[in-house]
């Protein structure tokens, strides 16, 4: 495995290598909310309805590895694609912040030092949202949410 550079975050996204950046994300579970996003207007809203392999309690992919067997449509988040998925990743997302050239907020664990401050101050799923193994997927637009 790579290690990890000092202050890593703080370089454009295409020059981190693969362990420094799955070590960007803060575990706020947010790009596994489902999205509605209308075809006429190109809107997009959030759900707080979570794709069927996220933990709701622990905002991680309970498969990522091998995620895309059970869900294809998962999207694969990498430096080249980061340009075209931006615009639907959260706004407070560690990969688009540092995508238009923004500094990590402070409760992100690389800044904080705890991967419990993204939850403690609010900015991650946990506890808000339900399966999409409990939801008809006809019925999302019934739990349309601010972004979280």
Wanted: proline fraction near 7%; include cysteine; charge should be negative.
């Amino acid at each position: 495995m790579t290690a990890l550079r000092p202050q890593f975050w703080t370089l454009p996204l295409d020059r981190l290598n693969p362990a420094e950046w799955e070590a960007l994300c803060d575990g706020c579970g947010k790009c596994c909310l489902n999205k509605l996003e209308y075809e006429d207007t190109g809107e997009l809203e959030f759900t707080s309805v979570g794709c069927r392999l996220l933990d709701c309690e622990t905002c991680q992919c309970m498969s990522y590895e091998n995620r895309r067997d059970f869900v294809p449509e998962c999207v694969q988040l990498t430096p080249k694609s980061i340009a075209e998925i931006a615009y639907w990743m959260p706004k407070t997302c560690a990969y688009r912040l540092r995508h238009y050239g923004q500094p990590l907020p402070e409760w992100h664990y690389l800044i904080s030092g705890s991967r419990e401050t993204v939850h403690e101050v609010g900015q991650s799923v946990r506890g808000r949202v339900v399966s999409e193994l409990d939801v008809p997927e006809d019925d999302w637009d019934q739990y349309i949410i601010e972004e979280p």
